[in-house]
C-alpha cells in the first residue's frame, strides 16, 4: 500500500552522525514535497525539515541550521536526514512525511517513524 | 516564526459529548492569493504516527469521521470533536504551513471523564 518506511535510528554517543532514510512505496514519490517532524519523549511534535520535490530547495527549523542536512533521491524513492554532533536533546522519534501540497501543503502520509536515543 | 498556542492543554470529556480545541495564531495564516488559511490539525495515539485530519482549517482529510470539524479564519482556530468516541482519546496538535519553520502548537491532551 502506499507507504513511507523510515530506518537508520537507534542508540548513537554524543558528537557522533547519523543519516535516517525515508522509503517510499506505492506513490509518485518526485511529484511530493517531503519533511522530517521529530518527537522527543514527552514532548510535542517539533518541525526538522523540507525538501521540495525536485531536490533544489531545502529549509530547516531554526535550531537545527548547521547540524542537520536533508537531501533526496527520486531514482530511489527515498528521502534523508543526515544528522552531525548529536547531542542528548536530538533523542526523538524521527517520522518523514509527505507534502499534500502544490508546492506547499499538509501532511498527509507519515511513515511509523525511527527512534533515535543519543546517549554515552 | 509563527507561534501557536493550543488552548487547553488537556481536556476531559465524557462519551458522547463535545471536545473544542483552539489555536492562536501570533500572525495571520490566511494566504490572499488562493483564499486559504495554511493551517492543520494532526491525531497522534500513542505508539502511532501523527494523522492528518483537517487541512486548509476546515478540509477534511478523506477517511476522517465527521465527527471532526475544523474552523476559524485570521489567526483563530477551533478543532471540534463531536460524539466522542473511546478511540478519540490522543494529542491534538495544529500546524501552520504558511512559512517555514512550519510550527505546531504544543498539543492538547484528549481524555474521557
Known amino acids: 500500500q502506499v507507504q513511507l518506511v523510515e530506518s537508520g535510528g537507534g542508540v548513537v554517543q554524543p558528537g557522533r552522525s547519523l543519516r535516517l532514510s525515508c522509503t517510499a512505496s506505492?506513490?509518485?514519490?518526485?511529484?511530493?514535497?517531503m519533511h522530517w517532524v521529530r518527537q522527543a519523549p514527552d514532548k510535542g511534535l517539533e518541525w526538522v525539515a523540507l525538501?521540495?520535490?525536485?531536490?533544489?530547495?531545502?529549509h530547516y527549523g531554526d535550531a537545527l541550521k548547521g547540524r542537520f542536512t536533508i537531501s533526496r533521491d527520486n531514482s530511489k524513492n527515498t528521502l534523508y536526514l543526515q544528522i552531525n554532533g548529536l547531542r542528548a536533546d536530538d533523542t526523538a522519534v524521527y517520522y518523514c512525511?509527505?507534502?499534500?501540497?502544490?508546492?506547499?501543503?499538509?501532511?498527509?502520509?507519515w511513515g511509523q517513524g525511527t527512534m533515535v536515543t543519543v546517549s554515552s | 516564526d509563527i507561534v501557536l498556542t493550543q488552548s487547553p492543554d488537556s481536556l476531559a470529556v465524557s462519551l458522547g459529548e463535545r471536545a473544542t480545541i483552539n489555536c492562536t495564531s501570533s500572525q495571520s495564516v490566511f494566504y490572499s492569493a488562493n483564499n486559504r488559511h495554511f493551517l492543520a490539525w494532526y491525531q497522534l495515539r500513542p505508539g502511532q504516527p501523527p494523522r492528518l485530519l483537517i487541512y486548509w482549517a476546515s478540509t477534511r482529510e478523506s477517511g476522517v469521521p465527521d465527527r471532526f470539524s475544523g474552523s476559524g479564519s485570521g489567526t483563530d482556530f477551533t478543532l471540534t470533536i463531536s460524539n466522542l468516541q473511546a478511540e478519540d482519546v490522543a494529542l491534538y496538535f495544529c500546524q501552520q504551513y504558511t512559512s517555514t519553520p512550519h510550527t505546531f502548537g504544543q498539543g492538547t491532551k484528549l481524555d474521557i471523564k
Open positions: 525538501m521540495s520535490s525536485d531536490g533544489s530547495k531545502q
Open positions: 506505492r506513490f509518485i514519490f518526485s511529484y511530493y514535497a
Open positions: 512525511a509527505r507534502d499534500n501540497g502544490g508546492p506547499v501543503g499538509a501532511f498527509d502520509l
